[in-house]
Structures are given as C-alpha cells and as structure tokens.
C-alpha cells in the first residue's frame, strides 16, 4: 500500500464529516429558499409559476457563470466528450433536474390535499429509501456502499424525526392515493443527487453541471406551467423583489449538492441537507416567523433526532473495511 493511499484512507472520515456539515449547510440554505418560493406561491397562488421563476432565474445567473468563467466552457467541452465516447455518460444521466421540477408540480397538486406536514413525511421517506438504493447500486459518483446496520438505522431515525418534528402539524391529516406523488418525487431526489454527482464528474464542473440541471428542470416546469395556463389563465406577478431570489440560493443549494455527493454518498448528502432543512425551518420559525403559532417542543426533538440520524447513517462501514484489508 503506498504512502498517498495510507494517508488517504486516514483523511477520509475528516473529509466525510465536513461534508456532512456541508451537507447540512445546503440544506439549512434551502429551508430559506423555500421560505422564498413558498411565499412567491402564495402570492401567486400558483406553486408551479413560483417554482418556474425560480428555476429561470437561478439558470440564467449560470447560462452566464458557464460562458465567462473559463472552467465552466471547459466543461460543457468534456459533457460532450463524455457522451459522444463509447461506454461514457449516458444522456439520461444529464436530466436530473425533471426530478426538481416534479417535486415543484407535486407539491402544487398534493401539498394542499395532504397537508406541508405529511406532504415533507412522504418525500423524506422516498428521499431516505431512495438514497439507500442509489449507493447500493452504486449510481452515484461515490461508487457502490454496502447497506449496513447503522445506515438502515440512520435512514429509518430520519423517517421518526421527520414525524415527530411535523407531528403537530399531522393532527386530523387524513392520507390518500396523492400521497404517493411526493413520496415518489423523494425518490427522484435521491437519483438527481447521484445523476447530477456523474454528471459534475464527467464535465469536471459544478456550474456547468448546475446549469445543465436548472436547465433540464425550467423546461420541464415550462412545460408544465404552459398546460396550467391554458387551464388556469397567466397568474399576478408581485411586485416585491425579494421574492425572486430563491434561484439565486437554489444555485448554491444544486452547485453544493452535485460537489459534495462524491465524498458523502448520497444518502449521507440527503440525511445531512434533511437535518439543515430542518434546522434552517426552526431558526426561521424563532427570529422570522411567518405567523404566530410558535415552534412546538417536537419541533425541537425531531431536529435533534435528525441530527443523529445523519451521525449514524455516516459511522464508517467496518465491516467492509477489514473486508478489504484481508488478502486476496
């Protein structure tokens, strides 16, 4: 075993626990973005034209990042490469963000039915169950892991934390067949982690990789926001401004994620963004509130909970490592 490998083996759980933190750190970003869109939705009154803007405005902040920034041009160079070669990126391996832009249209047509509380318990759960599959199958650009006892059991206290953290919320919320829309826009978030981490690798650039993906999902909402408007009529724009900057957060929350899921895996990178999203909520619901119920007390626990959920879902598979070290 040379030198550089010994010393890399000995960094990489340093290495996995800051992108834990990051992980969590994007997450905690996207809690505020989704603050942004939620209220840009309701003063809409239209999730999917709330959910366009956002995608238009984060793809156009990057469509220029890509054609200044010299990395950014050399990667659209080597995606192309990376298509065109025999046994390389398949192109549906570049349209991980249909799964963002159908979480957008789901929440539209479930959230309301369901409920924010169970809608989040359905999307967590296929996020978790998701991410435990993609890592097995080894889709993501972290290669395949072993589902281990203390990675079933992280996912599974995620679960318990997210329900215990929306349980005040789940009181007379009565499930139906529209649960399955966001349970299975949980699993497309687990498969756009590991799509757009392949993708990121091969172009050897996060903003080209993000761009690519806002891209994918602004046409797919696009889409989905052309039929509403025939249905529907062209919603009210409101004039406030800050209402329009949650693609700008959503570059750094894409950007991040397609970064880090090569040293966390992606179940690790859902647990952790889940944990932010949950922190970054609870803060918001103490300094910002957007109305005057509170933060009740098991608000507070399934944060904690969580937390810990993506401590154990990130304890070093040990049994696969001495595994490895016996000889062949």
């Known amino acids: 075993m040379t030198v550089p490998l010994v010393r ?3 960094d990489r759980p340093r290495v996995r626990g800051l992108g834990m933190v990051g992980a969590t750190g994007i997450g905690a970003l996207l809690a505020v973005q989704a603050r942004i869109n939620g209220a840009l939705g309701a003063r809409m ?8 803007v956002s995608f238009f405005g984060g793809f156009v902040v990057l469509l220029v990042g890509s054609v200044v920034l010299p990395q950014a ?15 390389g990126l398949r ?10 832009g ?9 959230a309301t039915v369901l409920g924010v509380a169970m809608f989040t318990v ?11 599959v993609v890592d097995r199958l080894g889709l993501g650009p972290a290669g395949p892991q072993r589902v281990t006892a203390t990675r079933l059991l992280g996912a599974g206290l995620a679960v318990v934390a997210v329900v215990i953290a929306v349980s005040a919320k789940l009181r007379g919320t009565e499930g139906s067949w529209l649960v399955l829309l966001p349970a299975l826009a949980g699993l497309g978030l687990g498969w756009q982690a590991a799509v757009n981490g392949r993708m990121k690798q091969a172009a050897d650039s996060a903003v080209f990789a993000a761009t690519v993906n806002f891209g994918v999902g602004m046409v797919a909402l696009a889409v989905a926001f052309a039929v509403e408007v025939v249905l529907r009529g062209f919603p009210a724009f409101p004039a406030e401004v800050w209402l329009y900057t949650g ?20 179940l690790v990178l859902s647990l952790g963004m889940i944990a932010g999203q949950l922190v970054g909520a609870l803060v918001l619901d103490v ?14 626990v399934g944060v904690l909970l969580t937390l810990l959920a993506v401590g154990v879902a990130a304890m070093p598979d040990r049994a696969g490592r001495a595994a490895r070290r016996l000889p062949r």
């Open 247 to 266: 693609g700008l957060l959503g570059i750094f929350v894409i950007g991040g994620s397609v970064a880090l899921v090569r040293v966390t895996g992606v």
């Open 45 to 52: 009154d239209d999730a999917v034209a709330a959910g366009l």
């Open 102 to 110: 159908y979480l957008v249209f789901s929440h539209g047509m479930a």
């Open 287 to 300: 300094f910002a509130p957007a109305t005057g119920a509170g933060v009740p007390a098991s608000t507070v």
């Open 91 to 100: 192109w549906w391996q570049c349209l991980g963000g249909v799964c963002g």
């Open 122 to 132: 359905a999307v967590v759960a296929g996020q978790v169950t998701s991410g435990l």
């Open 8 to 10: 890399q083996q000995r």
């Open 73 to 87: 041009r050399r990667g659209a160079r080597n995606l192309v490469a990376e298509l065109r070669r025999p046994g």
